[in-house]
Every structure is written in C-alpha cells, then in structure tokens.
C-alpha cells in the first residue's frame, strides 16, 4: 500500500507562482511513474502532468505546457509540480497519482486526498 499526501496549495491572484508537494510513504516502488491531475467544481477530473521513475520523461496537459513544470526527488519519494503564471482557470483541486508503467501511461492506482489550489482573477 502506497499513502500519498499533497501540500503546498492556497489562495493566490493571478500570475502568481505555487509549488506542489506530494509525499510517498508505504510500500514506494521506484520505478511508479508519478502524475498530477486536477478537478474544477462541477468539472470531471483531468490529467495535468506526470513523470517518469527517473525523471527523464515528463507529459503535460495543453493547457499548463509552459507554466508548470513537474519533477521528483526519488530519493525523497516526493514529486513536484511548479505552477507559474497561474490562471483563473487553474482554480481547482489538484491530485498526487503513483502508479506502474501501462501501455504507454500509468495505472495510476494510488491517489492522494487533494490540496486546493484557487486563483483570483
């Protein structure tokens, strides 16, 4: 069992920079890919980054390319996400995902409890 916890959300205006923290605990397996993923009030949950087991690889969503930039520190079983220039839009709970390599993506089994993260306009 892998425990997932995020921090590091808050209220901010817009333009303003956040960085996210997702701790692993429990049984960590290094080579679980890592993501990110987000839900707006009243929308579905979407993917918005994840990484590799190194940290070599990273995919983002179209909507943050740019702007956010996730990373991990495997040796802290913890992953990033650096959010810059942040939007109205980017209002949203924001999730930590871990989980092994799948056809090409992740079998994100493990979720985090969600930080909120709320741009002002």
């Known amino acids: 069992q892998v425990q997932l916890v995020e921090s590091g959300g808050g209220l901010v205006q817009a333009g303003d920079s956040l960085r996210l923290s997702c701790v692993a605990s429990g049984r960590t397996f290094s080579y679980y890919g890592m993501g990110w993923f987000r839900q707006a009030p009243g929308k579905e949950r979407e993917f918005v980054a994840r990484?590799?087991?190194?940290?070599?690889?990273?995919d983002y969503a179209d909507s943050v390319k740019g702007r956010f930039t996730i990373s991990r520190d495997t040796a802290k079983n913890t992953v990033y996400l650096q959010m810059n220039s942040l939007k109205p839009e980017d209002t949203a709970v924001y999730y930590c995902a871990s989980g092994p390599p799948q056809a090409g993506n992740y079998e994100w089994e493990y979720w985090g409890q969600g930080t909120q993260v709320t741009v002002s306009s």
């Open positions: 990484i590799n087991w190194s940290g070599g690889n990273t």
